[in-house]
C-alpha cells in the first residue's frame, strides 16, 4: 500500500539495479511512466476495486482502479466488514485471496500449501505480465499498455509483503508469537473478520461457481438466472450487480492460473517439487517460518507491524528482500527483451519458479509440514 512502504524499497530497488534497467522496454514507455505502472501494482492487492469484463470466454482487467483509502479503513475496523465478503477488497485481505499478500488464509492449511499458493500468484503475475506485454507491443502508449508493468508490481507487493510480521514470520524470538498447533486458533475470531453466514455463503456460492464455468463463463444475464447465485444473493440482500462483479473476480482469478498451468504443464507436480523441499543444511537466515491469519491477530496489531520500513530492524532480512525482489525484475526485464519472448515464456516462468522456491520461499519439508497461523499472548 502507498502507506506502508513499497514504493520506498521499490525506489531502492531501481537505484541498485541501475538508470538504464527500463531501456528498450516495450511500447517504448519511459522511466516515468514504468514506474507508475508498477506502482499502481504495488498498491492494488491492498486496495482491489478493479474494473473486469468478461470478453468472448475470458475475463479481462479493463481498469485497475485502486480503492479509497477510507474503504480499507471501513474493512479493518470493527463491524466494517459487514456486507462485503464478495467483494475483490475483501477477498484481497481476509479472504480466499490473502495469498496475494503472504498470508494464509485458513489456520489449518499447512505452511507448504500456503508457499505455494502464494508462489503460484506471483507467478501468475509473472504470466499476465508477460502475456499483457506481448499482446500489446503493437497498441498505442495509454492506460492498457501499461497493464503488463502493473502485474510485476502485483508480484512485488506479495514479495515484499512476505517480510513483514504482519503476513509471514521469518524470525522466531518475539514473546508476541507461540505455534499455535491446533486446527484454529484458541482465539475467537474478530467481529470485523466475521461477515456473517449469508455474506459467507455468498462468496463461497461465486468462488465455486466461478470454478465450475472457468471454461464457460456466466454473462450477466445467464449468471441472473443461475440458481445457486440467485439464492444466495437473496440470502445475503446483495445486488445482482455487486455480486456479478465479485463472481468475475473470482472467475478471473481461475482463469489466470488455468492460462499459468498451459505455459507449465504438470504445474501442480512442479510445485510440490519445487516449493517445501529444500535440505535442512541449506536453510538460510529469514527462511519462511509460517503464515501469519489475520482473524488471529489481536485488533490494531496488523496495521502496527505492516509496515516495511519496520525490516529495517533486520538489515540483513531487508538485503535478502531486495535482493529477491531484485532478481524478480532482471529475471522479467530479460524475458521482455528477449527476441523470441513468446515462445521462451515457459522457460522464464520456470527460472521464476525456481527463484522463488530457492529464495524467498524456500522452505525444508519439516516445516512445510507444520500448520500455519500463530495464536498472540
Known amino acids: ?30 522511466r516515468r511512466a514504468l514506474m507508475t505502472a508498477i506502482k499502481r501494482g504495488l498498491a492494488y492487492p491492498d486496495l482491489p476495486c478493479g474494473k473486469m469484463k468478461l470478453t468472448g470466454r475470458t475475463v479481462r482487467m479493463r481498469n485497475p482502479r485502486l480503492c479509497s483509502l477510507g474503504k ?16 475483490q477488497l475483501y477477498q484481497s485481505h481476509l479472504g480466499a485471496h490473502s495469498f496475494m499478500h503472504a498470508m494464509t488464509p485458513d489456520p489449518r492449511s499447512t505452511v507448504g500449501d500456503v508457499a505455494r499458493s502464494v508462489v503460484e500468484h506471483v507467478l501468475s503475475c509473472a504470466s499476465l505480465a508477460s502475456e499483457t506485454s506481448a499482446s500489446e507491443t503493437s497498441a498505442s502508449p495509454g492506460s492498457e499498455s501499461r497493464f503488463y508493468a502493473m502485474w510485476l508490481g502485483v508480484a512485488l507487493h506479495t514479495m515484499m ?15 508476541l508469537f507461540r505455534p499455535s498447533g491446533a486446527s484454529r486458533s484458541s482465539r475467537e475470531e474478530k467481529d ?25 463463463p456466466l454473462t450477466r444475464k445467464e449468471f441472473d438466472g443461475a440458481a445457486g447465485a440467485r ?50 543444511n541449506e536453510a538460510r537466515p529469514y527462511d519462511v517460518l509460517t503464515f501469519s491469519h ?19 530492524e533486520h538489515p540483513n532480512m531487508r538485503r535478502r528482500m531486495l535482493n529477491e525482489c531484485a532478481e524478480l525484475m532482471t529475471l522479467f526485464r530479460g524475458h521482455l527483451l528477449s527476441p523470441n519472448a513468446e515462445e521462451d515464456r515457459p522457460r522464464f516462468l520456470r527460472s521464476v519458479l525456481d527463484a522463488l522456491a530457492k529464495g524467498a520461499f524456500r522452505l525444508t519439508p519439516e516445516r512445510a509440514a507444520k500448520r500455519t497461523g500463530y495464536d498472540y499472548r
Open 72 to 87: 480499507l479503513y471501513q474493512l479493518l475496523i470493527p463491524g466494517g466488514a459487514h456486507g462485503h465478503g464478495h467483494t
Open 231 to 280: 439464492e444466495a444473493m437473496i440470502g445475503a440482500s446483495a445486488s445482482r450487480r455487486s455480486a456479478y462483479r465479485g463472481y468475475l473476480s473470482f472467475l478471473f482469478h481461475a482463469q489466470s492460473r488455468r492460462a499459468l498451468a498451459h505455459h507449465l504443464p504438470g504445474l501442480p507436480d512442479l510445485l510440490r517439487e519445487s516449493v517445501g523441499t529444500a535440505e535442512a
Open 1 to 30: 500500500m502507498f502507506i506502508s512502504g513499497h514504493e520506498e524499497v521499490l525506489d531502492d530497488i531501481v537505484a541498485e539495479l541501475g538508470s538504464g534497467f527500463f531501456e528498450g522496454w516495450p511500447l517504448g514507455l519511459g
Open 294 to 312: 489475520y482473524a488471529t491477530q489481536p485488533i490494531g496489531y496488523h496495521p502496527l507491524r505492516d509496515r516495511l520500513d519496520l525490516v529495517t
Open 192 to 216: 470485523h473478520a466475521d461477515i456473517g453466514e449469508a455474506q459467507r455463503t455468498l462468496a463461497d456460492s461465486l468462488q465455486s461457481l466461478a470454478h465450475s464455468t472457468v471454461d464457460a
Open 161 to 175: 509483503d512476505s517480510y513483514t510480521e504482519a503476513h509471514t514470520i521469518r524470525h522466531e524470538g518475539r514473546d
